[in-house]
C-alpha cells in the first residue's frame, strides 16, 4: 500500500504518516524497486488507532504503550482498563482546573459588563493595583 493510499483511507497528511512512522507508531516500510514505500496492509488501521487515541487525549507515548501491548499479544482488558480508568482521573482533574478558569473569567466578565467602555479595567487595575 503506497502512502497516498494510506492518507486517502485514514485523512491524515503524508506528515503525519511520517511522524508516526518516526514515532515508530507504524511499521517501517519496505521499498519497491521503483523506490517507492510500501508500507503493511494493517497500517491504515494502526494510524485510525493512534487518531482516535489522540482524539481522546492519550499521548503518542501513551499510545505506543497500547501499540506494544497489542504487538506482544499482552493488551487484555485489565491493563487496558486500568491505564484509560487513570487517563479519565486525569481528565476529571484537567475538567475540574478548567471549570475553576471559567468560573473565574465568568467573575471577570461581569466585572467589566458593569462599566462604561471608557472605564478603567477593574479585573486588570484591582489586580495590579494590589486592591
Known sequence: MLIGEVIEQCGVT???IRHYEAQGLIDAPERRDNNYKEYPLDTVNRVKFVRDMQGVGFTLRQTREFLAMYDNRAATCGNTASRIQAHMADLDEKIEQL???REKMESMFQ???GNA???????????????
Open 111 to 113: 466585572a467589566c459588563t
Open 99 to 101: 471549570v475553576g478558569m
Open 14 to 16: 503524508r506528515d503525519t
Open 117 to 131: 467602555d471608557g472605564d478603567p479595567c477593574s479585573p486588570i487595575t484591582n489586580i495590579l493595583d494590589g486592591t
